[in-house]
């Protein structure tokens, strides 16, 4: 369980969460959903402790905080790093020992190439690949499925599904409704950094059809098209 208390996170004047309250279970599977700017990688980037904010973050296993994997929409890396190079370094680091890199390049990667040489979709499937096999039990991940390609988004989805099955929390924030629609149980909307609605599975198509109806019907009533 990670219990979420009225944390909020400001930037000056510009307040990205205001208030946020919110418990995530083991075994299920969370969609962020929102539009830009509503405060999903600030969200994310307090959950994985990588910035300051008021309120509090409680998680049920003291030393979850070692085991929470990060997956941020563009992937940094160093520079002059192989592919296994850099599996190896994120093993090293949760103290993962003897990996096997053969097995786990389940995406079929060079391995042995330079990572300034991959495209945007391999270095995201090798961010992906580095933190699966850092046996993490909390997921977040930001824009998964954006710049992969269809075999991979495919894949992606399994493996969510088999990260359910082993009883990890996984959190996904995602443009792409219909990828999280066959993954999440719940579904989270944020805006302007405030939680607007959360629903379960049942109620995902009512929620899809309020965004269509207030987020784009309404922009394109009066749009003229020639």
Do not use: W
């Not at 929470?68 to 992937?75: C, F, G, K, V």
Request: glycine fraction near 6%; charged fraction near 20%.
């Amino acid at each position: 369980m990670i219990e979420v208390k009225d944390v909020s996170k400001s930037f000056g004047r510009v307040q990205a969460l205001r208030n946020i309250t919110i418990n995530f279970e083991r075994g299920k599977v969370y969609g962020l959903i929102g539009p830009n700017g509503a405060g999903k990688t600030t969200f994310f980037e307090c959950l994985a402790g990588l910035m300051d904010y008021s309120g509090s973050i409680d998680y049920s296993q003291h030393d979850i905080r070692n085991h929470i994997a990060y997956l941020p929409t563009n992937p940094t890396f160093l520079t002059l790093i192989t592919g296994k190079e850099h599996l190896q370094l994120l093993c090293n680091a949760r103290r993962v020992t003897k990996p096997n890199f053969r097995i786990s390049n389940i995406f079929n990667l060079p391995l042995n190439r330079f990572v300034t040489s991959y495209s945007t979709g391999m270095k995201k499937k090798l961010a992906f690949t580095a933190i699966l096999m850092q046996k993490n039990e909390l997921f977040l991940l930001d824009e998964p499925f954006n710049g992969v390609d269809i075999q991979s988004n495919i894949l992606l989805t399994e493996i969510i599904h088999r990260l359910k099955q082993a009883n990890k929390t996984v959190i996904i924030s995602s443009h792409i409704l219909s990828s999280l629609s066959s993954v999440c149980d719940n579904f989270i909307l944020l805006k302007e950094g405030k939680i607007h609605k959360i629903v379960g599975k049942d109620a995902f198509n009512e929620l899809e059809a309020d965004l269509i109806k207030n987020e784009v019907s309404n922009k394109l009533e009066h749009l003229i098209i020639r």
